[in-house]
Nanobody
Framework: QVHVVESGGGLVQPGGSLRLSCAAS????????MGWYRQAPGKERELVAR???????NYADSVKGRFTISRDNAKNTVYLQMNSLKAEDTAVYYC?????????WGQGTQVTVSS
């Protein structure tokens, strides 16, 4: 009953920018946090950025100064603006929505940074 859909992934050159979107729908009353995670082949999934309903944020050290997470509570949507992209940013990016202690995942969107 909770649907999480990411969009905006694709192929981009090093130094380029990309904007990811994540929209939640269904039984979504009481969202307390939304975040972005990523996983590269052969590596563990890691937190990229997270934002709570009150607006507090946290970022992985590797993306600070380059990525910005924001949200539109009225639209139940979270965004990830990615600038100055590097090859090491290549991964599948997943959105997670926290509701009443449960986490709901989207299907993921591929981000590939390559020249």
């Amino acid at each position: 009953q909770v649907h999480v859909v990411e969009s905006g992934g694709g192929l981009v050159q090093p130094g380029g920018s990309l904007r990811l979107s994540c929209a939640a729908s269904g039984s979504i009353f009481g969202i307390y946090a939304m975040g972005w995670y990523r996983q590269a082949p052969g590596k563990e999934r890691e937190l990229v950025a997270r934002i709570r309903s009150g607006g507090t944020t946290n970022y992985a050290d590797s993306v600070k100064g380059r990525f910005t997470i924001s949200r539109d509570n009225a639209k139940n949507t979270v965004y990830l603006q990615m600038n100055s992209l590097k090859a090491e940013d290549t991964a599948v990016y997943y959105c997670n929505v926290g509701i009443l202690g449960d986490g709901y995942w989207g299907q993921g969107t591929q981000v590939t940074v390559s020249s």
